[in-house]
């Protein structure tokens, strides 16, 4: 079997975990205050309402054309977003308009092909969500990754220790605000795609919580003697080998996805490269200190 890390590795983890505390509440901060300069979640479809019209046109057009030929409907600067590419693809996105999204797309339909010709202008895809469809969405997509978040902690719990679990709900939360924060600092859509792959990074986080917890619990089993942030430590020099191997594939797979997969699933593709790089990083240096701070024997300090 490939082993990256040789045995007998000794990386004092435990050490850093007051650096790895305070780098991780920044990062939380500066994606928090990241959402309250911008006022908020930068909703998609899903979430706000609206509509959306993704178009193709059979010769190169410029956004200012668009967005010209759009003028009589009065869109935001930001609501024509081309799809880069080479493609001649666009996405034009409609305001909250109640009761009227079929309406708004079918204006915004006519309005391309009578500026550019029917047979000019593909209608690729049209979407429209109402306002109250899009609330019920945003309160069930917040409620299940609360729900999921919790559910993981609760097996963690039962499987080992009540501060096991703890530790995996904390890293958990911590691993889905970094990677909200990441999403608001990059201007991406929150929309289903992103639930779904929010909900990715919480399972694939969890899986590295239980291998490191599973090791910790075995070798506290198998040496009783020594101090728990030495059993920590050894733990996760154990199994780095494996934790870096397993991260490796995942992210080659997510970049891929991300540089070959075109404008569309960026945001998903994104959210994944940003959760699977956190979720290994809180497993080590969340999950672990957690149990090591509910442990009643003191840390031994170095000399």
């Known amino acids: 079997m490939m082993q990256l890390i040789p045995p007998g590795t000794k990386i004092d983890f435990v050490r850093y975990r007051n650096i790895a505390l305070v780098t991780s509440w920044i990062l939380i901060m500066?994606?928090?205050?990241?959402?309250?300069?911008?006022?908020?979640?930068?909703?998609?479809?899903?979430?706000?309402?609206?509509?959306?019209?993704?178009?193709?046109?059979?010769?190169?057009?410029?956004?200012?054309?668009?967005?010209?030929?759009?003028?009589?409907?009065?869109?935001?600067?930001?609501?024509?977003?081309?799809?880069?590419?080479?493609?001649?693809?666009?996405?034009?996105r409609l305001p909250l308009m109640a009761g009227k999204e079929e309406e708004a797309t079918k204006t915004v339909t006519a309005a391309l092909q009578s500026k550019f010709g029917a047979d000019k202008v593909e209608i690729l895809r049209v979407e429209a969500v109402g306002p109250r469809v899009g609330a019920a969405l945003r309160q069930r997509a917040v409620l299940a990754v609360l729900f999921a978040t919790l559910m993981m902690g609760t097996y963690i719990w039962i499987r080992f220790e009540w501060r096991f679990g703890l530790g995996a709900a904390v890293a958990l939360i911590h691993d889905v605000l970094i990677t909200i924060g990441a999403l608001a600092l990059w201007n991406y859509e929150f929309d289903?795609?992103?639930?779904?792959?929010?909900?990715?990074?919480?399972?694939?986080?969890?899986?590295?919580?239980?291998?490191?917890?599973?090791?910790?619990?075995?070798?506290?089993?198998?040496?009783?003697?020594?101090?728990?942030?030495?059993?920590i430590n050894r733990s996760i020099n154990e199994t780095?080998?494996?934790?870096?191997?397993?991260?490796?594939?995942?992210?080659?797979?997510?970049?891929?996805?991300?540089?070959?997969?075109?404008?569309?699933?960026?945001?998903?593709?994104?959210?994944?490269?940003?959760?699977?790089?956190?979720?290994?990083?809180?497993?080590?240096?969340?999950?672990?200190?957690i149990v090591l701070f509910f442990e009643r024997r003191p840390v031994p300090r170095r000399a």
Do not use: C
Not at 52 to 76: K, N, Y
């Open 240 to 289: 780095l080998s494996r934790t870096i191997l397993t991260t490796g594939t995942a992210l080659l797979v997510v970049v891929t996805l991300y540089v070959l997969g075109g404008n569309v699933i960026h945001g998903f593709a994104f959210t994944l490269l940003v959760g699977f790089i956190v979720g290994t990083y809180s497993s080590v240096y969340i999950a672990s200190p």
């Open 30 to 92: 500066i994606g928090v205050g990241t959402m309250i300069i911008r006022g908020g979640p930068n909703y998609g479809i899903d979430f706000a309402g609206g509509a959306l019209v993704q178009v193709r046109f059979s010769q190169p057009t410029r956004v200012d054309d668009v967005r010209g030929a759009l003028a009589t409907i009065e869109l935001s600067s930001d609501s024509i977003q081309d799809m880069g590419g080479g493609t001649n693809e666009f996405l034009v």
């Open 192 to 231: 289903l795609t992103i639930v779904a792959a929010l909900l990715t990074i919480v399972g694939f986080s969890v899986n590295d919580t239980v291998i490191v917890s599973d090791r910790i619990r075995e070798n506290m089993r198998k040496d009783r003697r020594s101090p728990l942030a030495g059993v």
